[in-house]
């Protein structure tokens, strides 16, 4: 595992499972919730991709980094995708429990943002940055209400993942002669085109850390009748995001709304409204064979949704606001350091005010550069 200056590693045992993180040498234990953050990662990823934002952070923080269950350092036990990312979750809150951290600043990307969502509607949270999130209501196979397309939820799951990429993640391959090589695939779905940075190597040493095991990343899938002709199974990381599994809309009747901001990347090719993740758009492209057409499998509109379910978070008396970085893609915190710092601590009133309440639909554009 490699660490950078000032940033330690070690487990935490919980009666789940042990639990990885990362702290800063220098901080406090006794730090008070309100400066207390904890960082949670994006699938095929770990702890080690906060490293930098850890560095540059003001002292008065104590800033803990999870690794998710399967993901870095953490123990690879199976994921149970029936409880959607509840076991991801619950890991993360015994093992908070254990550091007696109550009620913390969440940032979650990614996957992460989906766990940070399930772990507000289950225990108190002050604030919640969502970077680059899954949709709140899952990983494909829904219209812009959430509604599903099939009952099994084709085209969602394990079956999503290109499975050369599964075959060369398994064999820990980090060169950049296959475009499905983790490296390349970092270079073409995490970050904006032409970006680069000098921690490459760590982002895909973090990759490589997926355990690939059946209950893990990506999981199994299974048979359906359903176009593309799969669906997902029960273990599973991205089963776990199949919108029958995994839906966090419930946000919005929370009785004590934590103040939510949204960044995400106007380039990102993950999270989007037209998602080179989502079957039923590279189907439109005729990227995949046979597409049955828009009426029957139209593509998810990820961001679109989760401005919705935002707008109606605002409307029941939350606050929040969406950040969009024009120039970006799913990685705002490593292409954008200083905007996304600079965020995170207004968010937590750090500097500045707590974070706008301008209405989510009403996305604030900031500069591509620092």
Not at 54 to 61: G, Y
Not at 157 to 173: I, K, P, Q, S, T
Not at 187 to 214: I, K, N, Q, Y
Request: proline content about 8%; some cysteine.
């Amino acid at each position: 595992m490699t660490l950078l200056d000032g940033i330690s590693s070690r487990i935490i045992d919980t009666d789940r499972l042990g639990v990885n993180i990362l702290e800063r040498t220098g901080d406090n234990p006794g730090t008070a919730p309100d400066r207390t953050v904890v960082l949670l990662h994006g699938g095929l990823s770990s702890a080690l991709v906060w490293q930098e934002l850890m560095q540059d952070l003001p002292a008065e923080f104590r800033v803990v980094a999870v690794d998710l269950r399967g993901f870095g350092g953490t123990e690879h036990m199976p994921v149970d995708a029936s409880r959607g990312v509840r076991d991801l979750s619950d890991d993360v809150a015994v093992a908070l429990a254990e550091l007696g951290i109550d009620a913390p600043h969440l940032v979650g990307w990614d996957l992460g943002g989906a766990v940070a969502l399930q772990f507000a509607l289950d225990h108190p949270v002050r604030t919640i940055l969502l970077e680059s999130p899954i949709s709140l209501y899952g990983l494909g196979g829904t219209r812009l209400d959430g509604t599903r397309l099939t009952d099994d939820d084709a085209g969602c799951g394990a079956g999503m993942a290109n499975a050369e990429f599964v075959r060369r993640l398994n064999a820990r391959e980090s060169d950049e002669e296959s475009p499905t090589s983790p490296r390349s695939i970092f270079r073409s779905s995490f970050v904006a085109e032409g970006f680069t940075t000098e921690h490459e190597d760590l982002w895909v040493e973090a990759m490589l850390s997926t355990s690939t095991a059946t209950g893990n990343y990506p999981g199994e899938a299974v048979p359906s009748p359903h176009w593309p002709g799969y669906a997902p199974g029960r273990f599973g990381v991205l089963n776990a995001l199949a919108p029958s599994n995994f839906d966090v809309s419930a946000i919005v009747e929370l009785p004590v709304k934590p103040t939510i901001l949204w960044v995400r990347g106007v380039l990102d090719p993950i999270v989007s409204d037209a998602s080179f993740s989502d079957p039923n758009h590279l189907g439109a492209l005729g990227i995949l064979p046979d597409w049955p057409g828009a009426d029957i499998a139209p593509a998810q509109p990820m961001v679109s949704q989760t401005r919705e379910v935002l707008r109606r978070y605002t409307d029941a008396g939350g606050v929040a606001t969406e950040l969009a970085l024009p120039g970006v893609g799913h990685t705002p915190h490593l292409e954008r350091p200083a905007v996304f710092r600079r965020a995170l601590l207004e968010l937590t009133g750090y500097i500045g005010s707590p974070a706008s309440p301008a209405p989510p639909t009403e996305a604030i554009i900031l500069s591509s550069s620092d």
